[in-house]
């Protein structure tokens, strides 16, 4: 069987560490796609030239034509402009919608079959605006996010209880910004729900409070510390999970930029929740209960990224 084909659109920081990490994971033959004159295929050769040693067999390649992404599998979108200190997600709004306009048109016309992954930046704002431009299912469109910020979560938790990553599950809802809602009482240690481990004494609620914040700010602490960029080791990982679970067909419990129409009390638009991914791309949205305290932040961060796609398409009048 041909191995998957994995396009990756936007060959920068990130783009570059997502075909590593396909490439030793075997995941399947990488295409890298940028305007920028020579970055992708630079990449690509310096990625391929890393094989014999590291003893992958996968095919690595370099374009700026968007034909050369014809019938891919898998097609993850983080082309745009990250951020600099003292920028928010929000700020690259106008800029990066019109690089999802070019990117959606690229998909639907040469890789209509492919699940896509947008990490692109405001998240929620830019993965709905991909799927209008694109038109593609739903199902087969959504965005990284969640996985990465209970990532997060989940490093600062096993720090703080010095306990492996493993063995800590946490999840996280809402827009990928300010307003995500870190959820204490859903996430555990091997079990244990957070706000037991407080009873316990193993933490106290201040510190809680603390490890929740610094989530939020996850993504900010790394772009004050790299001053001409923002994270892309862990944005990246966590999309290649998602990407496995589809092209594995692993039903993966990950919390996504997903569509939610029905569940959540949500009527059709892209935020941050649990789903299911396999074969079918987002197959199922996990309907979870909240309490009052958790809608209320949720509802906010709800209403921000709302707020976010009304801006997209006051920008761009053919979103309407
Ligand atoms: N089509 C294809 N590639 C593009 C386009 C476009 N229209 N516009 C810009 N690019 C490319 C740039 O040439 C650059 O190589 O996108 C790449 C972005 O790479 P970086 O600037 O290194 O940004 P990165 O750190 O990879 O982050 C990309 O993900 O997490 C988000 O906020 C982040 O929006 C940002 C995105």
Same mark, same amino acid.
């Given at each position: 069987?041909? +191995?998957?084909?994995?396009?990756?659109?936007?060959?920068?920081?990130?783009?570059?560490?997502?075909?590593?990490?396909?490439?030793?994971?075997?995941?399947?033959?990488?295409?890298?796609?940028?305007?920028?004159?020579?970055? &992708?295929?630079?990449?690509?050769?310096?990625? *391929?030239?890393?094989?014999?040693?590291?003893?992958?067999?996968?095919?690595?390649?370099?374009?700026?034509?968007?034909?050369?992404?014809?019938?891919?599998?898998?097609?993850?979108?983080?082309?745009?402009?990250?951020?600099?200190?003292?920028?928010? %997600?929000?700020?690259?709004?106008?800029? $990066?919608?019109?690089?999802?306009?070019? /990117?959606?048109?690229?998909?639907?016309?040469?890789?209509?079959?492919?699940?896509?992954?947008?990490?692109? $930046?405001?998240?929620?704002?830019?993965?709905?605006?991909? +799927?209008?431009?694109?038109?593609?299912?739903? $199902?087969?469109?959504?965005?990284?996010?969640?996985?990465?910020?209970?990532? +997060?979560?989940?490093?600062?938790?096993?720090?703080?209880?010095?306990?492996?990553?493993?063995?800590?599950?946490?999840?996280?809802?809402?827009?990928?910004?300010?307003?995500?809602?870190?959820?204490? %009482?859903?996430?555990?240690? *091997?079990?244990?729900?957070? &706000?037991?481990?407080?009873?316990?004494?193993?933490?106290?609620?201040?510190?809680?409070?603390?490890?929740? #914040?610094?989530?939020?700010?996850?993504?900010?602490?790394?772009?004050?510390?790299?001053?001409?960029?923002? *994270?892309?080791?862990? &944005?990246?990982?966590?999309?290649?999970?998602?990407?496995?679970?589809?092209?594995?067909?692993?039903?993966?419990?990950?919390?996504?930029?997903?569509?939610?129409?029905?569940?959540?009390?949500?009527?059709?638009?892209?935020?941050?929740? &649990?789903?299911?991914?396999?074969?079918?791309?987002?197959? %199922? /949205?996990?309907?979870?209960?909240? $309490?009052?305290?958790?809608?209320?932040?949720?509802?906010?961060?709800?209403?921000?990224? #709302?707020?976010?796609?009304?801006?997209?398409?006051?920008?761009?009048?053919?979103? *309407?």
């Amino acid at each position: 069987m041909a +191995r998957p084909k994995i396009a990756l659109i936007g060959a920068g920081n990130i783009g570059g560490t997502l075909a590593h990490l396909a490439a030793v994971k075997e995941l399947g033959d990488v295409v890298l796609f940028d305007i920028a004159d020579g970055l &992708p295929q630079g990449k690509a050769l310096d990625i *391929a030239e890393s094989g014999p040693s590291e003893g992958f067999d996968a095919a690595m390649s370099g374009t700026s034509d968007y034909a050369d992404i014809a019938g891919a599998d898998v097609c993850i979108v983080t082309a745009g402009v990250a951020r600099k200190p003292g920028m928010s %997600r929000d700020d690259l709004l106008g800029i $990066n919608l019109k690089v999802m306009k070019s /990117v959606g048109e690229g998909i639907a016309k040469h890789a209509p079959n492919a699940f896509v992954i947008c990490i692109t $930046n405001p998240l929620d704002a830019m993965v709905w605006a991909l +799927r209008e431009f694109s038109g593609l299912p739903h $199902n087969m469109v959504c965005g990284m996010a969640g996985v990465l910020d209970s990532a +997060r979560f989940r490093h600062f938790l096993a720090e703080e209880f010095d306990v492996s990553m493993r063995d800590v599950t946490a999840f996280v809802l809402g827009g990928h910004g300010d307003t995500m809602v870190p959820s204490v %009482r859903y996430s555990t240690v *091997a079990g244990i729900p957070l &706000p037991d481990l407080i009873e316990m004494g193993w933490t106290t609620q201040e510190k809680m409070d603390a490890i929740v #914040q610094r989530t939020r700010d996850g993504g900010a602490e790394i772009v004050g510390l790299l001053k001409t960029g923002s *994270a892309f080791y862990a &944005p990246a990982t966590s999309a290649i999970e998602m990407a496995e679970a589809f092209l594995k067909d692993q039903k993966r419990v990950l919390p996504c930029a997903a569509y939610v129409d029905g569940a959540l009390g949500l009527n059709g638009m892209y935020v941050g929740v &649990p789903t299911v991914i396999g074969a079918g791309g987002v197959e %199922r /949205v996990v309907n979870i209960k909240l $309490n009052k305290e958790e809608q209320a932040m949720f509802d906010t961060s709800v209403a921000a990224v #709302q707020g976010l796609v009304d801006a997209c398409i006051g920008i761009d009048g053919s979103l *309407a």
